[in-house]
């Protein structure tokens, strides 16, 4: 069922130097970042791809934490439909745990603070959680937060969770479901994956499996405000919203350590921003949907780098 829909064209006829690609590629160390994946577009055109062995076009490739910016887009459509606001309490989807209330800072925190990786907690509860707590939702409510919510930037993987468990308690649909026909079946993505708990909730913050032109795809969506092959998609709104700066990873950093880091340039809603005014959805050991507005492109790659 595997096919390729987004058109092809060349480096040279989109305007890029097809010798600067092979640079690019060839500036990869072999002991440190292995390929899996290059997919390159400027103008809505593919103009360079590539596969290594025993990766392949119509195979997929598990995208850890890229799968954030997947949950994200979940959340968009339940904003556009009225199924939640972003400033709607987290405590208030969930009644079973009401009597955690008088926790600290806890009433306090909204889905915008899950978003934007800003909960407040002192480290990140993931691994505890995972292992200790059959309930994640649970364990993630029970979680001191130290800081108030908002006003701290710490990478959260278990708040994106959190998200998906939002998402299927006010539209009765696990996030792969809930996304099939508002954003798979537009894109022409088939056959996707994504790894549940135990309460049949998809992970969220990982374990999404999408296939390179799949990731292009997002990509030339968010690129284009909402947009696919013309017809908006997602909403033009929420493309605006959840790409932009809202918090600082990094407040103290200085200039010049700013101007030198892809790390610290602001998060947006499971968006980081990106030097050059490109932002990105980025996964662990090398997975990324990087995408360029001023120069119209979006740069794929998925790989095993030990850094």
Request: net charge neutral; charged share 20%.
């Amino acid at each position: 069922s595997w096919c390729q829909s987004i058109p092809r064209s060349t480096p040279e006829a989109e305007g890029v130097s097809s010798s600067a690609i092979q640079k690019f590629i060839e500036s990869y160390k072999k002991e440190k970042q292995e390929l899996h994946s290059v997919m390159i577009l400027r103008h809505g055109k593919v103009i360079s791809e590539a596969w290594w062995s025993p990766y392949a076009p119509e195979l997929k490739h598990s995208m850890y934490s890229v799968s954030k910016s997947w949950t994200s887009t979940a959340v968009g459509f339940a904003v556009s439909e009225n199924k939640l606001k972003v400033t709607d309490k987290v405590l208030s989807f969930f009644p079973e745990y009401a009597d955690l209330s008088s926790n600290n800072f806890l009433k306090d925190l909204i889905v915008k603070d899950l978003l934007t990786m800003s909960v407040g907690h002192k480290t990140e509860p993931l691994r505890s959680v995972i292992v200790m707590q059959p309930d994640w939702i649970l364990g993630f409510l029970k979680t001191p937060i130290e800081y108030a919510p908002g006003t701290k930037f710490l990478y959260n993987t278990l708040a994106t969770y959190l998200l998906s468990a939002i998402v299927q308690k006010v539209t009765g649909q696990s996030l792969i479901n809930y996304l099939e026909p508002r954003l798979f079946k537009p894109l022409g993505i088939s056959g996707v994956d994504w790894e549940y708990d135990s309460k049949g909730i998809n992970t969220g913050g990982w374990g999404i499996r999408v296939k390179t032109e799949d990731m292009a795809k997002l990509g030339l969506t968010y690129l284009n405000g909402g947009k696919y092959n013309g017809k908006e998609v997602i909403s033009n709104a929420w493309v605006k919203e959840a790409t932009q700066k809202h918090i600082d990873q990094n407040p103290e950093a200085s200039q010049a350590k700013k101007d030198s880091s892809d790390w610290i340039q602001g998060y947006g809603y499971q968006f980081w921003r990106c030097r050059n005014g490109a932002f990105r959805a980025d996964g662990a050991y090398g997975q990324y949907i990087v995408m360029m507005p001023e120069q119209d492109a979006v740069v794929v790659i998925t790989s095993e780098s030990m850094d």
